[in-house]
């Protein structure tokens, strides 16, 4: 037996304006998906039942491309809000294609980080109609601190580049990992989950729509570039004031191209006073929001008492792992 985990990611700068050419950052958070992968079994299952292909596409995908074995008893084991904006699924098949490599040859899937990211991606390209970005794959295979950007980036630690087919055109991203100041690891991030899902889909083409009917907005997406990079050297100079002004600016611009909404805004403002920032995280519309803090405790009670269900997270953690082999 293998057991596989990995971790979801929230995006501390950059969503939306990602899918306009801008740069995104996204930290892994220490909530796992942890996978397990079982030979020796007469029929494909999962959590005990019967394995349905249509009803698990990310999977599917995955062992189709990585295991030419037989049936393969498969366990799956979440910490993550599910449909939060947190990368669950992504971190699902990032565990799930390690544990297939490492399976198949023994200690060698950690040696394979970007075929993993990629067939992640994949997996959640082809169980997505072709849209999603590597953001949330990447960040879940690598762990860390992790930089998307439409070119390779000076001051970064570039790692790949991953491209996807989508209707006909080739998209493609650079991928790179930031390496944080110490001086960081004093704050953590405090996620608080809105208790209803956001919808990426519906958020990324409510952005489309707006952007059709008022051109002029795309200012506004700009902006969110440029305070993205405002947000990374802040990060990387270690200077928690500057990244949660930055986190703060990047809420009240996404606010502004409407795809914040009033359980989000109701737990930033409740986490304010005890954060150096806040802002809603993901696409949107529900889902999850998260605030920078070196006060967790009470960071996260405020949040609590505004309705929203939380987890304390340093800003990244390892990726990947192999916890049984
Ligand atoms: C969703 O987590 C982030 C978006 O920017 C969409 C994407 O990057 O594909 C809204």
Known sequence: MVVASAPGKCILFGEHAVVYGHPAVAVAINARMTVSVREGVDNWSIDGMHYVEAKHPHLTYL???????????????????????????????????AALLELANRDSALGQLPLIAECAHLAEASAQSGRASPTDSSTSALGGCVLISDVREEDADWQYTRELQ???E???WEVHKIELPTSLAQA??????????????????????MLESNPDRMGDIDRIGTVTRA??????????EAVGIAMDECHRLLRGIGVSDEGLDRLVEAARPYAYGAKMTG???????????????????????????????????????????
């Not at 990585?66 to 699902?92: C, H, K, P, R, T």
């Not at 953590?188 to 489309?208: D, H, N, Q, W, Y």
């Not at 949107?284 to 960071?299: H, K, N, P, S, V």
Request: aromatic share 4%; with cysteine; net charge neutral.
């Open 63 to 97: 062992h189709n491309r990585l295991w030419e074995g037989d049936a393969l008893a498969i366990q799956v084991n979440s910490e993550i809000f599910g449909a939060a904006g947190l990368g669950s699924s992504a971190a699902l098949s990032s565990a799930y294609a």
């Open 188 to 209: 953590s991030l405090v996620i608080g989950f809105t208790g209803r899902p956001g919808p990426t889909g519906e958020m990324v083409a409510k952005v489309a729509d």
């Open 283 to 325: 696409a949107g519309g529900g889902g999850c929001m998260l605030a920078l803090t070196t006060d967790a405790r009470r960071c996260a009670e405020a949040i609590e008492l505004a309705g929203g269900r939380t987890l304390i997270s340093p800003l990244g953690v390892e990726g990947v792992r192999i916890e049984q082999s």
């Open 170 to 172: 080739t998209r493609r």
């Open 166 to 168: 989508v209707a006909g």
């Open 231 to 240: 947000g990374v050297t802040a990060l990387r100079l270690g200077n928690l």
